[in-house]
C-alpha cells in the first residue's frame, strides 16, 4: 500500500520515523512518500522527503503572519503532491495548525485519513474536536487520559502505547557516564542540575531569565542548559551571561542522563525527563495576562504530561507570571539527593513508566494502521 505521511517539527520527525519503520516490518510493499525531516528520510527514503520540516515550521502568531503567503504556497504544493502520489491513507503526524487543513481537503476528496499524535485539543483549541469528528477516518493517541478524554466527544481512538518510549530506548544504551559528559563538556566535578527551557526563541525568553536566577541559589550545583540545535546559541548566551550557567548543545538526553535534579519547561519535555528517571520541577514563566488569562483557555488542571498522566500532581508545576522564584527554589531542594520528595517521585515516575506502556508503541501502531486499511479493502 501507498502511505504518504505529513510532520512539520523535530519531533513529529522522530515519531513519524519510527512509524515509517514499523509500517515497512508490518507492511513489506509498503511506498512512502512524506513531508518531514531527516530521520523520516533515512527510514523511507531520501528521495521520498518532498519538503523538509525547515522550511515549514512557523512558530507564534507574528510568523505565521508574516508568512501567510508562503505556507498557502506549501499548502497547495502539498495536496497538488498527495494527488499526484494518489496514497492509500494519508497519515498526519501532529503538526495541527497544518495537518487539520490537509485533513479536510483529504476528506473532501475521498482520501483516508488517520490521525497520529492527536493534536493537544484537551489543553486548548477545543473547537479543533469538530474537524476530527468530520474530517478524520482514524485518531491514533499516544496518552492513557485521552482514551478517556475523545469518546466522550463521539471519537474512538486507538492506543498503543507511546512512541517516545521507543526513542529513549533506543538512546538510552549509548548515553555517556556522567563523567565522560563532564568531560566531553568541560563541566567540573560538582552534581549537575539539568535546564530544559524550551524549544522555541518565545520560550527561551521567557524561561532562561528565570533560571539564571534559581541557579545563583545553588553555588554547591552545575546548571547545565541543553540547548537545541536549530536555535542560535546566542539566544541562550543573551540571557546566561555573568550566571553560573554552562550551555550544551544537542545533547538533551545525555545531560539529564548525568543530573541529578532538573528543572524543566513544560512540553514533552516533562515526560522525556519522567521517564529517564530524572526528578523534575516543571518551570514555565508568563506574562501576567496570560498567567490570569490561562484558565480562559486552558481546559486541563496541569500543564505537565507527567501529572495529566498520572492524573496528581506528581512534580510541582511552577507557574511565574513574575521574577519571584522562591517557590522554584524551595521545590528543586525537596527533590535533590536527601530532599523530602524526591524518593516520592521516583516512586511515582516508575508508575508512570506502567500507565505510559513498555517498547514497541510504533511497531504497535503500524500493525493496527496496516489492520485497518486491508479490513476495509476486504
Sequence with gaps: MKYYLIAGEPSGD???????????????????????????ADAGGKTNLRKHYRETSFFGVVQVLRNLGTIR?????????????APDVVILVDYPGFNMKIARWAHEHGLRTFYYIAPKVWASREGRIKGI??????????????????????????FEGNPLVDALEARRGSLPAPEEFRRRNGLDSRPIIALLAGSRRSEIRKNMPLMARLAERF??????????????????????????????????YETLAAAEAAVVASGTATLETALLGIPEVVVYRLAPLEYYGMPLVVRC??????????????????????????????ELRAILPGGERRERMLEDFKELRSVIGGPGASDRFAVRMVELLKNRES
Design 14 to 40: 522522530l515519531h513519524g520515523a519510527n512509524l515509517i519503520r514499523g509500517l515497512r516490518k508490518a507492511d513489506p510493499d509498503a511506498q512512502f512518500r512524506f513531508w518531514g525531516g531527516d530521520l523520516m
Design 73 to 85: 504556497r506549501q499548502m497547495r504544493e502539498c495536496q497538488d503532491d498527495i494527488a499526484a502520489f
Design 133 to 158: 469528528q468530520r474530517y478524520v477516518d482514524r485518531l491514533f493517541v499516544i496518552f492513557p487520559f485521552e482514551c478517556d478524554y475523545f469518546p466522550k466527544h463521539g471519537i474512538e481512538p486507538v
Design 219 to 252: 553555588p554547591g550545583h552545575q546548571f547545565v542548559v541543553a540547548g537545541v540545535p536549530w536555535l542560535d546559541p546566542a539566544l541562550y548566551e543573551e540571557h546566561i551571561a555573568g550566571s553560573p550557567i554552562r550551555y550544551v548543545c544537542d545533547q538533551t
Design 301 to 330: 488542571p496541569w500543564v505537565s504530561l507527567v501529572n495529566l498522566n498520572l492524573r496528581r500532581e506528581a512534580v510541582a508545576e511552577v507557574l511565574q507570571s513574575n521574577l519571584d522564584i522562591t517557590r522554584a527554589e524551595r
